[in-house]
């Protein structure tokens, strides 16, 4: 078991710093990287001009740019803000709380809500509630996430049901198949034949056997909620990261992206980390 | 094909050739203005009414629909491509390359790919023309999505290459090109087949939350992205019905790759 969290740990090391790397250089190496929006404003000055050239030419080589901020990352500073010159910490920090309120609300609410679904259509053994719920699944995936939110904004409802809808639709099958696959177990049969209850068999004999596989898309389900919740809290207008994200990406906000990137990725790969160790204790419980 | 598989093919087909048609009738161009009209309703010229630039809406959403519909598989068709390359090398090497190279696909794998790729789509040059806005676009999408086809190509490969009829080939002096080439590229097409047709509608819904973000096609050229951007303005689900109408063809093509793509292509 030591053994794998040390593996695990230099892995979740190795993937933020090369991760981070490869954000940099996919923003560096495309074309418009150069061009500043408020270049293109005519009352400014040559002076001024200069100036914004000058400061993303500080930027201009990738792998100088890259070692600096990671010497500074060390330290806790991850550079200022090329748009707004606040420092990159300060904003992230002011704007956390607001994404672990949505995103970490609305994932909360899809686990309850896709697990209390799949397990009231396993307990049902319906085909007509399979269908029903598959399909109202289908539908949701088949949605944009940004409509969905849109939805959200019409409707005058809370973002988070927007992450709720967008992140269940996805685990919903999983999780149905995982239940389904387990619940046609011989031991299951045997249990069923023996004139078991049928919740009796969910909660004895098919959750201990799910929970291995349930546990490892825990990491997957987070990273589902930071992506649904970029264009959420960008169009619902939540002061998160997820618009901080979008409003870099429009300000060209360099220092910001790739601060954005790398712990967004930290956050995924520690998850999914956790979720195989986690896992991999449960797997030796039951040996 | 089951009867259901068979359906949604064709409604993907009269979508796609009801889209060719209408293209081909239009006497309106999707940026031609009509100013006296700004957001007009539906009428007998303008079925689907105007935009709020006096733009007819039925012409912008032809032609959004040809651009989304056409440059997804696109897309798609350059994903898998990489995906067939990287994880076919790194499946048919094996040992060491077979690890360096799954371990790279996992670091792409591991990185927030919408974050990624507004980042990159927002560093493009402020002056570029709506034809490259959309070309490039689906570019990225193309060449950031495909890291998980080429996992399950990876492992299709390495099962592959210890196959019998591969061995065989090998132990009778067969080239390594011709291998690739002859032998297991035809064994691969289920795979790749699969992995396009799963795809195209990740593709289709990413340019989607691409145009709406204002990240997507640039404009006066339409594609479903940015003629979903009307949304932003509906004041209420029946305020103004028509505007929906591009939300549900996206629905039904994306529901329609979702029922084509059948749990045995998925596993293969």
Not at chain 1, 164 to 183: D, M, Q
Not at chain 1, 254 to 273: A, F, H, K
């Amino acid at each position: 078991m030591r053994a794998l969290i040390i593996r695990q740990l230099l892995a979740i090391a190795v993937t933020v710093i090369l991760g981070g790397l490869l954000c940099a250089i996919f923003v560096r190496v495309a074309p418009g990287f150069d061009v500043d929006i408020q270049q293109l404003d005519s009352r400014l000055s040559a002076q001024t001009l200069e100036a914004l050239r000058a400061k993303r030419q500080s930027s201009r080589n990738i792998f100088a740019f890259y070692g600096q901020y990671i010497r500074n990352a060390v330290h806790g500073d991850f550079g200022k803000s090329l748009v707004s010159d606040h420092s990159v910490r300060g904003l992230i920090a002011e704007r956390l709380p607001a994404t672990v309120r949505v995103a970490g609300g609305g994932l909360a609410l899809a686990w309850l809500a896709a697990f209390s679904l799949a397990m009231w259509v396993m307990v049902l053994r319906s085909r007509a509630a399979d269908i029903f719920a598959m399909s109202a699944a289908s539908l949701f995936l088949a949605l944009p996430a940004a409509v969905i939110g849109l939805a959200c904004v019409v409707a005058d409802a809370p973002p988070l049901l927007a992450i709720a809808a967008i992140v269940s639709a996805r685990l919903f099958p999983y999780i149905r198949g995982v239940l389904t696959r387990t619940g046609n177990m011989p031991h299951v049969l045997a249990a069923r034949a023996r004139g078991t209850g049928e919740l009796r068999i969910l909660f004895l004999h098919v959750l201990p056997v799910a929970a291995q596989p349930l546990l490892a898309i825990i990491g997957i389900s987070v990273a589902i909620a930071l992506g649904a919740d970029l264009p959420v809290e960008a169009l619902c207008g939540i002061p998160g990261i997820g618009q901080l994200a979008w409003q870099a990406a429009l300000g060209r906000d360099l220092p910001v992206i790739v601060t954005l990137t790398v712990l967004v990725t930290i956050i995924t790969v520690t998850l999914n980390s956790a979720c195989d160790v986690a896992a991999e204790a449960v797997r030796g419980q039951h040996a | 094909m089951t009867s259901l598989q068979k359906f949604a093919a064709l409604i993907l087909t009269g979508i796609a050739l009801a889209t060719v048609l209408s293209v081909a009738m239009l006497r309106t161009n999707y940026a031609t203005q009509f100013r006296n009209i700004p957001n007009a309703e539906p009428s007998r010229q303008h079925w689907l009414g105007a935009d709020d630039l006096g733009r007819d809406r039925f012409a912008r959403l032809a032609y959004g629909t040809a651009v989304s519909l056409s440059l997804a598989p696109i897309a798609a068709f350059i994903s898998v491509i990489l995906a067939a390359c990287i994880g076919g090398v790194a499946g048919y090497l094996g040992g060491t390359w077979e690890r360096i190279i799954t371990a790279a696909v996992e670091l792409v794998l591991c990185m927030p790919w919408l974050f990624l790729l507004i980042a990159v789509r927002a560093m493009l040059p402020l002056n570029i023309s709506p034809l490259l806005s959309v070309i490039v676009t689906f570019s990225l999408l193309g060449s950031l999505g495909w890291a998980a086809s080429a996992r399950v190509v990876c492992a299709s490969v390495s099962s592959l290459r210890n196959s019998e009829f591969i061995l065989r080939a090998r132990a009778s002096g067969t080239p390594n090109w011709r291998l690739l080439l002859v032998h297991l590229l035809p064994n691969l097409k289920p795979v790749l087949g699969a992995q396009f047709l799963i795809s195209v509608p990740v593709f289709i819904l990413t340019e989607a939350n691409l145009g709406i973000l204002g990240l997507g096609v640039s404009e006066p050229l339409p594609s479903w992205g940015s003629l979903l951007t009307e949304l932003e303005s509906m004041h209420g689900f029946g305020s103004a019905p028509w505007k929906l109408v591009p939300l549900v063809l996206l629905v039904l093509v994306v529901i329609s790759f979702q029922l084509i793509i059948s749990s045995d292509e998925v596993s293969a």
